[in-house]
């Protein structure tokens, strides 16, 4: 038996998990439309490599990762490319962002599959290959997987945690995934083993999850990972409170968790890594609990891009009294402004609202400084004191008092009983002094570039009065002597001349990285046309100076 | 955001704290009678009335801040520390006091700096401290009896039934005799064989200050106060009253009967854990629960007055600020030995 250390804090709010819990999981019927955002992970979004009226294969390429912090991101079926344009997307926001639109052809026809042999290709080529294949965290921060599998060689992991904890209410979907697909997140588990190299493997599953510690238990039989049974409580399911629950040590304040040798994997993860791995296959799909408000409450495996609206249906037709979805759980959460986003890589739970599950909190009391948020915050913050001090704007107060190590989690809002709304007041400050702080930063690069230039200009008038006065003791001296400086100063120059021109025909044109393809085009067509002209130019020696 | 919350509310902290005093109000009356329920319903009226008008003319939604029962607990502990035949005007002043300037005039619910309850308390003694030292006698020890309405009529009018005197009725509290007849030379011993005294504190008063205790039980067992500051209070108070004990038995009266008089457990429960106007860090409530218990000490062994529950819980209210920001608790992934201040 694995000895548990707990972390301070926490809550154990009404469960909600046997409304979804007790169905297998169905596959969602093909949509006819897919609309597939390019930004569905944390880091830059994806760039557009297909055009309107393109076909497309099921798993094909159709966003290219960009930059480190960034994956790929594929066609959930084959179809037809009918735009890259904005639409609406799940962001707490509501602004649209750029998505592919297919027509599905109903053929399902896939691209080539090609596994990867992670046990003999290098490890980088293997990370590269994950990049490509667009696996991201599904636990809910979709944090590209391929960069958490590069361990820096001076600090080791030697602990890799599958975390099956899924502490949040409502949602089921790690639950009936470890129930029904142990063997794959272990065959997951494996790889991601490998490419850390790391010693131990710990599976945490929350005690509320009996089948899946069996079943998971049942997968792990004939290797050497460890299936831990973690007490339920809220927010066990967070990185850094499972890191301490399970080994003790915490996560250092603004650090990583490979800080203290752990690296946490969502077992959602776990099982896309093998279906890429081992089957070829990038993430086109993945589960999404649907539940609430809907008459049959079931986990669907639904491909990215499929509309909201749709996948709700699959769980019976909404009730009249639906106010309204929460993606994600009703401590975390968000509320979805349209039934028309897609299903994307974060969405682990889609809960219809009504007022009889979510009764409107009443109106908020003044803060009599209790302290029940105190005694449930799992980084033991004084929740009361940054109200205090979000609400006056105190926001350099805010920041001594730690709010940047606040995990959002809701538990101070959950037990306040003056109900107010506490996260967003930390959301809110937190929003504030980074919008501060860009202020700041462009102030202090327009200051340095006015600086500068002002240097410049000083010594520019230097160097010309200096060039000037040596010119004059230079012609004194040299009256009508033949200079062969002269001559190979020019030749110099003219070399130079010739190097900035190459140069300049080698630079790209900036601002076209996130422009749809068709504009993408156009801009290529005008490009081939100046270089023709540019050509032409030069064919006519005579003309140039 | 959160979409879920605990079924709590402030109403519902109040109304537990409401009804944790009910035992000991019940052990009152036994014991000394039904006076304080005539100034208990008086000091409830009055605050409501006083929190409805300042509320209004703050511009304020009234119904919300009158449910919150904050008010009511407010005028039940000043009710409870003063005599409960007071004069109507001593209790209305007193309460008026409290919910106006000491609550609302600090900002009102969840912003005043002192205790309203005690700085209502202490204005009266101060202001009028013949009516405020006049006690009721336990009924054992009473020669007369004042009915519920013989009660109500002289806390209205002054009169009392015929043929019955002010001195048939009350007496001395155990902590004010103790303090005079220790200054006339007598010892601890020969003082509290005096009838007025039980096992452990004054006759009936102890009973009382038991049932303070079992509320207070009850209100950490339903999680509206923390252990820290009674623990920390009663503590203090002991071991200071232990050492003085130890010292000079015949002049320092036993540590136990400290605990079992006057304001202690009241205090320790009641009216040092009122959240608003203490500390927030599990450190800050410990200091603050052990400073007053040791001001309750002196004051009650070297003071002027005989109890000093409410002079150290409004000190030690002066005091909270300071205590919060020199205890803040070591946050999860911070280095232990490195200040977050520096």
Redesign the interface.
């Known amino acids: 038996m694995r000895r548990l250390y707990g972390f301070p804090g926490g809550v154990h709010p009404p469960e909600h998990k046997t409304e979804s819990s007790g169905r297998p999981i169905a596959p969602a019927p093909l949509p006819a439309r897919l609309v597939v955002p390019l930004l569905q992970h944390i880091g830059n979004p994806a760039k557009p490599v297909v055009q309107p009226g393109q076909k497309v294969l099921k798993g094909e390429l159709i966003g290219k990762a960009d930059g480190y912090i960034s994956v790929s991101v594929h066609a959930p079926t084959s179809g037809t490319v009918r735009a890259v344009e904005p639409h609406p997307v799940p962001h707490p926001s509501g602004l649209p962002a750029l998505c592919v639109v297919i027509e599905a052809d109903g053929e399902e026809r896939w691209v080539e599959k090609t596994p990867i042999d992670y046990l003999h290709l290098d490890p980088s080529e293997v990370r590269n290959r994950l990049r490509d294949m667009g696996l991201a965290g599904l636990g809910g921060a979709v944090f590209p997987t391929y960069v958490k599998l590069n361990p820096i060689p001076e600090r080791s992991v030697p602990t890799l945690v599958l975390n099956g904890c899924e502490c949040e209410p409502w949602i089921t979907c790690d639950d009936r995934l470890m129930q029904e697909r142990a063997p794959s997140i272990v065959a997951g588990a494996r790889i991601m083993r490998h490419l850390l190299d790391a010693r131990e493997v710990i599976v945490a599953i929350e005690d509320n999850k009996a089948e899946a510690i069996a079943a998971m238990r049942e997968a792990c039989r004939d290797t050497d990972f460890e299936v831990v049974v973690v007490p339920t409580l809220y927010p066990s399911g967070s990185g850094k409170q499972l890191i301490q629950l399970l080994t003790g040590r915490e996560v250092p304040s603004g650090g990583r968790s490979t800080d203290v040798g752990v690296q946490v994997f969502n077992v959602g993860t776990a099982h896309a890594l093998d279906r890429a791995v081992n089957h070829g296959e990038p993430l086109i799909s993945r589960i999404v609990t649907v539940t609430g408000n809907v008459r049959r409450p079931q986990n669907f495996e639904a491909p990215l891009g499929m509309p909201l609206a749709e996948l709700v249906t699959l769980a019976g037709t909404p009730r009249e009294d639906t106010t309204g979805y929460i993606m994600g759980g009703p401590m975390m959460g968000f509320d979805l402004n349209s039934d028309q986003v897609p299903v994307v890589k974060a969405m682990n739970c889609v809960i219809a609202r009504s007022e009889r599950l979510f009764p409107p909190l009443p109106l908020p009391l003044p803060c009599i400084r209790c302290t029940r948020c105190a005694q449930v915050c799992p980084v033991r913050l004084q929740p009361q004191d940054l109200y205090w001090f979000a609400r006056a704007k105190n926001f350099g107060k805010a920041q001594e008092h730690n709010l940047f190590d606040c995990i959002e989690c809701g538990c101070c809002a959950y037990v306040c009983p003056s109900h107010i709304p506490l996260v967003d007041y930390y959301r809110f400050a937190k929003s504030e002094i980074w919008a501060r702080e860009r202020e700041k930063k462009a102030a202090d690069r327009a200051r340095e570039r006015h600086e500068f230039r002002l240097q410049r200009l000083e010594r520019e008038k230097k160097e010309r009065a200096e060039k000037l006065a040596q010119k004059a003791v230079a012609s004194k001296d040299t009256a009508a002597m033949p200079n062969p400086d002269a001559q190979a100063k020019r030749a110099a120059i003219q070399a130079a001349i010739e190097r900035a021109r190459a140069k300049q025909a080698g630079i790209e044109p900036r601002n076209v990285s996130q422009l749809p393809p068709d504009k993408l085009k156009e801009i290529q067509e005008i490009e081939a046309r100046r270089a023709k002209l540019r050509e032409a130019m030069q064919k006519q020696p005579g003309d140039t100076p | 955001?959160?979409?879920?919350?605990?079924p709590?509310?402030?109403g519902?902290?109040m109304g537990k704290v409401l009804l944790a005093l009910g035992l000991g109000i019940a052990a009152y009356v036994i014991y000394f009678g039904p006076a304080i329920l005539v100034s208990l319903t008086l000091a409830s009226l009055a605050a409501l009335a006083c929190e409805a008008l300042v509320l209004r003319l703050r511009g304020y939604?009234i119904a919300?801040?009158l449910k919150?029962g904050?008010a009511l607990v407010t005028a039940w502990l000043l009710a409870l520390s003063m005599p409960p035949l007071a004069p109507w005007w001593l209790v209305v002043a007193g309460t008026a006091f409290a919910i106006v300037v000491a609550k609302h005039l600090y900002g009102?619910?969840?912003?005043n700096l002192f205790n309203p309850a005690m700085a209502g308390y202490v204005l009266l003694l101060v202001s009028f401290p013949s009516h405020m030292t006049q006690w009721p006698a336990a009924e054992m020890l009473a020669h007369a009896h004042l009915s519920l309405l013989d009660a109500a009529i002289y806390i209205f009018t002054g009169h009392l039934p015929a043929g019955v005197t002010l001195d048939a009725i009350t007496m001395a509290t155990p902590l004010d005799m103790l303090k005079t007849q220790l200054k006339l030379g007598h010892t601890v011993n020969e003082v509290t064989r005096a009838p007025l005294y039980g096992y452990l504190g004054g006759r009936g008063s102890e009973v009382i200050a038991a049932a303070w205790l079992v509320g207070g039980l009850i209100l950490l067992k339903q999680?509206v106060i923390?252990w820290h500051v009674p623990v920390a209070m009663l503590a203090a108070l002991f071991a200071a009253a232990l050492w003085f004990h130890v010292y000079d038995p015949d002049r320092y009266v036993a540590p136990w009967f400290h605990l079992a008089t006057g304001g202690a457990m009241l205090g320790a429960f009641f009216i040092a854990t009122d959240?608003?106007t203490?500390p927030?860090?599990p450190m800050g409530k410990l200091i603050f629960g052990a400073a007053i218990g040791l001001l309750v000490y002196l004051i009650r062994t070297f003071g002027g007055y005989p109890d000093g529950v409410a002079f150290a819980v409004l000190i030690m209210n002066m005091a909270v600020p300071l205590i919060?920001l020199y205890t803040?608790?070591?946050?999860?992934?911070?280095d232990s030995k490195k200040s977050?201040?520096s």
């Open positions: 955001m959160t979409y879920v919350a605990q709590a509310s402030v519902m902290i939604v919300p801040f919150d904050s009102g619910l969840g912003n999680r923390t959240p608003v203490g927030t860090t919060d803040q608790p070591r946050v999860i992934g911070h977050d201040r």
